[in-house]
């Protein structure tokens, strides 16, 4: 099947920094692209979908001037935490759709742990 | 709007029984169904997946069919492991956003 990766895998910075963590599929191109949060124990969030090209649409209640979302190509979307504080540490998963003769699937990334100190 | 409902765990079980996880849905139009798996640290894993009514998804022992009727897609297997452990996720992806919804998850824990 498809393969998404996420780099990187945990992170850990000091409040007041940004961290990006970076989406790419593998071996098929995705014009969108989800980023999810989980925080422990939950299920996941949708934050924003991603569309390469074009700004990302954000759920309601997700800050994009703090969770800047970029899809510069069909297999790259990021995400930056701009000036992240300790309750922006979470698992943040980014998944990548695919449309094919067989219909539209979606591929979910490992994750990645971000911690903020 | 979309949603998913299921089970509350957590669930535990003894090895070699059976594992039944309800989930149902709301959703309009005709949505894809599937169960994703969670080990600890990691991502979702796409465990099996239903496109329209009727269907059966099934993988590793486990299986969900599609009930149009009862907007339900229940996970079972007849006899889970140790290794079955894990938090399962029921979700439904609409067909014209693209996009899932997910269920608030379930902890399984399987003892020896």
């Known amino acids: 099947g498809a393969v998404v990766s996420q780099h990187p895998s945990r992170v850990i910075c000091k409040s007041g920094t940004s961290v990006k963590i970076e989406c790419r599929s593998l071996?098929?191109?995705?014009?969108?692209m989800f980023w999810y949060r989980q925080f422990p124990k939950q299920s996941l969030m949708l934050m924003a979908t991603?569309?390469?090209?074009?700004?990302?649409?954000?759920e309601q209640g997700v800050e994009k001037d703090k969770f800047l979302i970029n899809h510069a190509s069909l297999t790259l979307s990021t995400l930056t935490v701009t000036s992240a504080h300790p309750e922006d540490s979470s698992f943040y998963i980014c998944?990548?759709?695919?449309?094919?003769?067989?219909?539209?699937?979606?591929?979910f990334g490992p994750g990645t742990r971000l911690t903020v100190t | 709007g979309d949603s998913v409902t299921q089970m509350e765990g957590p669930v535990t079980l003894s090895e070699e029984a059976f594992l039944t996880i309800n989930c149902t849905y709301t959703?309009?139009?005709?949505?894809?169904l599937f169960w994703y798996v969670q080990y600890p640290g990691e991502g979702l894993q796409l465990l099996l997946k239903?496109?329209?009514?009727?269907d059966k998804g099934s993988n590793k022992g486990f299986e969900a069919t599609y009930r149009k009727e009862t907007t339900s897609f229940h996970l079972e297997k007849g006899s889970v492991q140790v290794s079955d452990s894990a938090v399962y996720f029921c979700?439904?992806?609409?067909?014209?956003?693209?996009?899932?919804?997910f269920g608030d998850g379930t902890t399984l824990t399987v003892k020896p």
């Open positions: 959703a309009t139009g005709y949505p894809s």
């Open positions: 998944s990548a759709r695919s449309a094919t003769a067989r219909g539209v699937e979606q591929y």
């Open positions: 991603s569309n390469e090209g074009s700004k990302a649409t954000y």
């Open positions: 979700a439904l992806m609409s067909t014209n956003a693209g996009k899932s919804t």
């Open positions: 239903a496109t329209k009514a009727d």
């Open positions: 071996d098929f191109q995705a014009t969108t």
